[in-house]
């Protein structure tokens, strides 16, 4: 089954302590995104790629880091969290090219206390 | 810069009545237009896209969307609600260039269907 595939699905943490949240997709898409959700803001990109090793900041990147060093991973880090990146975080994948649709993973629940 | 306008937080609908979900959008070329839904406890799904073409997009689970240019608007319609249609909606814009997958969303519009 064709799917994007983020862990754990619920996750808190306390400020400061790295984590790493996993994204994986299993139909070969060479581009994969990065979202957080917030209450009245919508969805705000944060990182995304186009290919292994390649990878740029989105609207709001700052306080993460991600990685791409496979074509089906792409994990979103947080080297130091902080309360205000308490947010549901989505990782979306899809072929390369203008208007591919993109393939969502269930999302991840992140609270930093 | 491309942004995206979704005017109605929450709409409350009867089931079986119509709907129509707003979506204003602000790009210099002609964009590329999504509506996604996200139902409870779950991910984006793609309900239809607009590339070129015919106005009038057809999509999944009975909606549809027209474009209009000289509104700068792609609403999202459908003829008779269903309680399973309750869920968030999303209007999304790409911009076609370098990064073309990117998208950038509305702040989306909750949909509560009554019985």
């Known amino acids: 089954e064709a799917q994007v595939t983020q862990n754990p699905r619920y996750l808190i943490t306390v400020t400061g302590k790295k984590l790493t949240v996993t994204c994986s997709q299993n139909m070969n898409h060479e581009y994969m995104s990065w979202y957080r959700q917030d209450p009245g803001l919508g969805l705000r990109q944060i990182y995304y790629s186009m290919n292994v090793e390649v990878t740029d900041k989105g609207d709001v990147p700052e306080g993460y880091k991600v990685s791409r060093k496979e074509k089906r991973n792409f994990p979103l880090i947080l080297e130091s969290p902080s309360p205000n990146q308490t947010s549901l975080y989505f990782c979306?994948?899809?072929?390369?090219?203008?208007?591919?649709?993109?393939?969502f993973g269930s999302g991840t629940q992140l609270s930093v206390l | 810069a491309q942004s995206v306008t979704q005017p109605d937080i929450h709409i409350t609908v009867s089931e079986g009545a119509s709907l129509e979900l707003r979506c204003n959008y602000s790009y210099g070329a002609t964009p590329y237009l999504f509506w996604y839904v996200q139902s409870p406890g779950q991910g984006l799904q793609l309900l239809l896209k607009y590339f070129s073409g015919d106005t009038l997009v057809q999509g999944i689970k009975g909606f549809e969307a027209e474009f209009k240019r000289s509104q700068s608007s792609f609403n999202l319609r459908k003829p008779s609600v269903h309680w399973s249609d309750a869920a968030e909606y999303f209007c999304a814009v790409g911009a076609g260039q370098t990064g073309a997958n990117n998208l950038f969303f509305g702040t989306g519009t909750r949909l509560t269907v009554i019985p």
């Open positions: 979306a994948s899809s072929l390369l090219g203008s208007g591919e649709k993109l393939f």
